[in-house]
């Protein structure tokens, strides 16, 4: 093997590197929701099924971010899966060292409780870990990232928007204001409030001038712009929010004109962070 | 070190022989750790989760404090389905005096697991006949 070819392989040390990038994101991502009561409620009280269908789509969702920035430059759909793993294994000791340490978990509780709190919180943690390379990392390559998105096409362009979108939604869902703010609500604050979801959601993305913003599609008119984009990412990030308040058990035996209410209020922060997906993705 | 290929992934064919031990590892532990928490969060799924919460309580120790006396207790939910506000009441039925009853609402107690806790008298519980029970919980 070439000279060349060994010092550019990925070696031991600079995934080290990597690796320690990762515990960082996971902290810094995790620790709004470490700190969160409800989140430690849910993680024994909400439904298994639920619990585990979300860890499932976690990891799915893994996949799909280190395709786009992982804590390393991924080329194959195996190597992709094992960085979601590896950053699922971040998420989980992180969480676990966390929990212990504020006393959230302790020893005399029962096994299930314990892995139903860190599995929960594992979730944030783990988005964390693989999000900690491209925020804290020196040497990114800006150029591959941008190749990958514009590879990925419309479709890549829709999933950022479903992981930011997740990210904020379940960084909000969990504690209790949100439904007490729906409660609170009349139909036309919700309104309102969707309207102006819908209207940042389309600044942030293609008017005000944000790292990462994206340029209109070629001869793409306002409208069309609006209807592929701002509307097609709107209607993810309602599906987003309805699936996490559902994962939280707060959907259960509501009346419709409630969930809606609460849709529009999750709907807010899930859609700015499908809108700034891309500068932190 | 030119790039011989213009999106710039040289060793992407040799990508799988160039995979480092420490990724082996950390990806090795992630997928352990991922199939031990499905398996355990499966195992209890299928295993009464969402049977409705039962729920014991015991008397641990009775002490002498200023002005009373102090019960601690454990409450036991034997079922798998989660408990929320759950109250514990305390009575005395001591047989010249008239009873005395104290209450305390615990936030949670988690399916197969337990919380503690304590109930002020002003009589000795040791004195008369202390009962201690649940009288009710909410559906977290």
């Given amino acids: 093997m070439s000279d060349a070819k060994g010092r550019r392989a990925v070696t031991s040390e600079r995934y080290a590197v990597g690796l320690a990038r990762a515990f960082g994101g996971a902290i810094i991502f995790g620790v709004p929701l470490l700190m969160t009561m409800e989140m430690w ?16 789509f976690n990891v799915a ?11 390393e430059k991924t080329f194959s759909l195996k190597e992709d899966t094992m960085d979601a793993l590896a950053a699922f294994g971040v998420g989980v000791i992180t969480s676990a060292v966390l929990l212990v340490l504020l006393a959230v978990v302790t020893f005399d509780m029962s096994w299930s409780e314990v892995v139903g709190r860190i599995a929960l919180q594992s979730v944030p943690a783990s988005i964390g870990a693989m999000l ?13 990232e941008e ?8 479709g890549g362009e829709l999933f950022l928007m479903l992981a930011g979108a997740l990210f904020l939604a379940f960084n909000v869902a969990p504690t209790e204001e949100v439904i007490l703010i729906a409660f609170q609500m009349t139909p036309w604050h919700a309104l309102l409030l969707g309207a102006l979801s819908i209207v940042l959601l389309h600044t942030f993305v293609y008017t005000v001038g944000f790292s990462g913003q994206e340029i209109r599609p070629e001869g793409g008119t306002f ?8 509307l097609a990412g709107y209607g993810i990030v309602l599906l987003v929010s309805l699936y996490v308040l559902w994962t939280f058990g707060r959907t259960d035996g509501v009346a419709l004109s409630e969930i809606a209410n ?6 807010f922060p899930a859609s700015l962070g499908a809108a700034t997906a891309r500068l932190v993705i | 070190m030119s790039r011989d290929r ?3 992934d040289p060793h992407s064919a040799t990508a799988a022989n160039t995979v480092p031990w420490l990724e082996w590892t950390a990806s090795g532990i992630g997928l352990l750790l991922v199939l031990g928490m499905f398996g355990v969060i499966a195992w209890q799924a299928f295993h009464g989760a969402t049977m409705p919460p039962t729920i014991i309580v015991e008397a641990e120790n ?8 102090r019960v601690l207790f454990r409450a036991r939910n034997v079922s798998g389905g989660a408990a929320a506000q759950v109250e514990i009441e305390g009575t005395i039925s001591a047989g010249h005096d008239a009873s005395e009853t104290s209450r305390v609402v615990l936030d949670y107690i988690p399916g197969h697991s337990s919380r503690k806790g304590g109930l002020f008298f002003t009589q000795d519980p040791r004195a008369g006949a202390l009962k201690l029970r649940a009288t009710g919980y909410a559906e977290p």
């Fill in chain 1, 132 to 144: 900690g390379r491209k925020q804290l990392g020196a040497e990114q390559d800006m150029d591959a």
């Fill in chain 1, 61 to 71: 969702v893994l996949v799909g971010l280190s395709y786009f920035s992982g804590f």
């Fill in chain 1, 223 to 230: 409208l069309s712009t609006f209807l592929h984009f701002t």
């Fill in chain 2, 62 to 69: 009775t002490t002498r404090t200023d002005g009373g006396y």
């Fill in chain 1, 41 to 56: 409620w849910l993680g024994f009280a909400m439904e298994r099924g639920r619990l585990l269908l979300l860890m499932g």
């Fill in chain 2, 6 to 8: 213009k999106n710039g």
């Fill in chain 1, 147 to 154: 190749e990958r998105k514009r590879e990925s096409g419309y």
């Fill in chain 1, 262 to 267: 609460m849709l529009t209020v999750l709907g």
